[in-house]
Nanobody, 122 residues
Framework: QVQLVESGGDLVQPGGSLRLSCAAS????????IGWFRQAPGKEREAVSC????????RYLNSVEDRFTSARGNAKNTVYLQMNSLKPEDTAVYYC???????????????WGQGTQVTVSS
């Protein structure tokens, strides 16, 4: 059985940092592009980043460029999203997804995690 489990969400003050983890069982994340998505209350889910499986490059939502970094961990089967200089508008439930494709379109996601809450507030 395949599972993706996100962790690391928390309440943090503006300007703070968090590192989200996406740990997989049942699949090897090396074979998938990994997307991070978020959904804020009352808003559509949006793509935050895509870590491509073959060339290893990452693309980011414009509003998080230079603040967020997605990377594969040294620990097997874990991908991280390092989030720095957090803003209140980053508040959302964050999801990771494994895509059997080079890009991270929602429609191409093979597996989803359950989400982790990130709240940025003073």
């Amino acid at each position: 059985q395949v599972q993706l489990v996100e962790s690391g969400g928390d309440l943090v003050q503006p300007g703070g940092s968090l590192r989200l983890s996406c740990a997989a069982s049942g699949i090897s994340l090396d074979r998938y592009s990994i997307g991070w998505f978020r959904q804020a209350p009352g808003k559509e889910r949006e793509a935050v980043s895509c870590l491509r499986r073959f060339d290893g490059r990452a693309r980011y939502l414009n509003s998080v460029e230079d603040r967020f970094t997605s990377a594969r961990g040294n620990a097997k089967n874990t991908v991280y999203l390092q989030m720095n200089s957090l803003k209140p508008e980053d508040t959302a439930v964050y999801y990771c997804a494994a895509h059997n494709a080079e890009e991270c379109e929602e429609s191409s996601a093979s597996y989803w995690g359950q989400g982790t809450q990130v709240t940025v507030s003073s």
